[in-house]
C-alpha cells in the first residue's frame, strides 16, 4: 500500500478512494459568469479535485476567488517561475503541480517545498516523457522518467516533505503505462495516473482506459485524470465512468442505453446527447434507462429506477421497473428530469 496524501479535505494514496480530477479549460483572467454553478455540476458529476493554470501572479485574486468558489480542493499547476507556486499557497491552494525539471536551479524548488511543508500544501511531481533531462537517455525513456522522480522526491525527503504524488505521463499509452508500473515497483508514493494529449473523446477514452484501467486493477493509482481535447466534464464522467466499471467507486448516476438502430421508435441517440449532462449533474444515486424500442426498452426498464423507451409507436415513462405512463416525445425531457428530480428510494 502506498503513502497518504492529504490534499485540502481529500486523502490520495494508502487506503482512500480512488479520486477523480479534471483541469479547467479557461485561463484565470478570462472566468466564466456561470462559473460557480458549473464546478458544482462538475462535483456532482463526480469530480474531486480540480486544477488551475497559474501562469502569472497577476491573477493571484482571481485564483483566491477560485479556491473561495470551488467545493473541491484546487491545485495550482505551475510551469517555469517557482515565484508563482510560492504566491498561489497564499491563495489557499491545496496542491501545487510541478515539474522540478522545468524550474531551474535546484534552490528554487527547494523554496516551494519549504513552503508547502510550513502551509501543509501537498505536491505533485508531474513529469511528462516531453520534457524530461538531457542526462540519462541512454538508460530509456520509462527509467529516465523514474529515476528523474525519485530523484526529486530525494529532494523533497532532505527537506522532510512527504507529501507528495508523483505523475508519469506520456502520450504513448504503453509508455505511460510502463512508467507507472516501474515507479510503483520502487517507491511507495501515490501516483496520479493520466495519459496526456490523448486526443478527442473517442481516442483518448480508449487510450486512457486501457492504461488506467490496467493500473488500477493492479492496485496502482490514487487519483486519475482523462486527458481530452473536449470538455471538462467529459473527463469527469469519463474517470467516474472508469472507476465505476471496476467496482472502485458506488453510486451516482448510472446511464443504460441503447445505441439506437431501425427498428426505434425513440430517438434515444439524439435524447441521450440532450439529457445526459443533466442527469449527471443531478448527482442523484440512481439508474436512467433510455431505449428506443420494445425489444430491449421493457426489460431495461424493469431494471432501471426510471427510464424512457420507444414501445410501438408510442414512448412510455417507467418508474421503478413498471410502466408510469406514457408521454409525449417533445416532453420526454421535462418529464425525465421531473420524475429524477423527485425520485427517492
Ligand atoms: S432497443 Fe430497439 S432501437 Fe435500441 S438498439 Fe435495441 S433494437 Fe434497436
Known amino acids: 500500500m502506498t503513502r497518504q496524501v492529504k490534499v485540502g479535505p481529500l486523502l490520495i494514496g494508502g487506503n482512500a478512494p480512488v479520486s477523480v480530477q479534471t483541469m479547467y479549460d479557461i485561463p484565470l483572467s478570462r472566468l466564466e459568469e456561470k462559473f460557480e454553478s458549473r464546478m458544482g455540476v462538475l462535483k456532482a458529476m463526480g469530480c474531486d479535485i480540480i486544477r488551475f493554470s497559474y501562469p ?20 495550482a499547476d505551475i510551469h517555469f517561475d517557482y515565484r508563482n507556486a510560492l504566491d498561489a499557497m497564499d491563495c489557499g491552494v491545496a496542491k501545487i503541480r510541478i515539474n522540478p525539471g522545468n524550474i531551474g536551479e535546484r534552490w528554487k524548488t527547494e523554496e516551494v517545498v519549504r513552503k508547502a511543508l510550513d502551509k501543509g500544501v501537498a505536491i505533485r511531481i508531474g513529469l511528462n516523457s516531453g520534457s524530461l533531462p538531457h542526462q540519462g537517455r541512454e538508460k530509456g525513456t520509462v527509467s529516465l522518467m523514474v529515476d528523474t522522480a525519485l530523484e526529486y522526491i530525494s529532494w523533497f525527503e532532505n527537506l522532510g516533505f512527504y507529501d507528495t504524488v508523483v505523475s508519469l505521463k506520456a502520450s504513448d499509452s504503453t509508455l505511460s503505462y510502463e512508467a507507472a508500473r516501474e515507479f510503483s515497483m520502487r517507491s511507495n508514493y501515490p501516483m496520479h495516473l493520466g495519459v496526456t494529449e490523448a486526443g478527442g473523446v473517442v481516442s483518448s477514452c480508449v487510450k486512457s482506459t486501457w492504461t488506467l484501467g490496467r493500473l488500477l486493477e ?42 439506437m438502430c431501425g427498428r426505434c421508435s425513440f430517438n434515444s441517440q439524439g435524447f441521450l446527447r440532450e439529457v445526459e449532462h443533466e442527469l449527471l449533474a443531478t448527482g442523484k444515486d440512481i439508474c436512467v434507462a433510455i431505449m428506443g424500442c420494445q425489444v430491449n426498452g421493457p426489460g431495461e426498464a424493469k431494471g432501471a429506477d426510471i427510464a424512457v423507451t420507444g414501445i410501438g409507436n408510442k414512448v412510455y415513462l417507467y418508474m421503478n421497473g413498471e410502466i408510469y405512463k406514457e408521454i409525449d416525445a417533445v416532453n420526454a425531457r421535462e418529464e425525465l428530469l421531473k420524475a429524477v428530480a423527485g425520485y427517492s428510494k
Open 56 to 75: 502569472d501572479i497577476k491573477e493571484h485574486d482571481a485564483l483566491c476567488d477560485v479556491v473561495r468558489m470551488c467545493p473541491m480542493p484546487v491545485v
Open 218 to 259: 493492479q492496485g496502482i493509482g490514487g487519483t486519475i485524470r482523462y486527458s481530452i481535447t473536449g470538455s471538462i466534464e467529459d473527463e469527469v464522467q469519463a474517470g467516474a465512468e472508469l472507476l465505476r466499471t471496476l467496482g472502485l467507486r458506488k453510486g451516482g448516476m448510472r446511464i443504460v442505453s441503447c445505441p
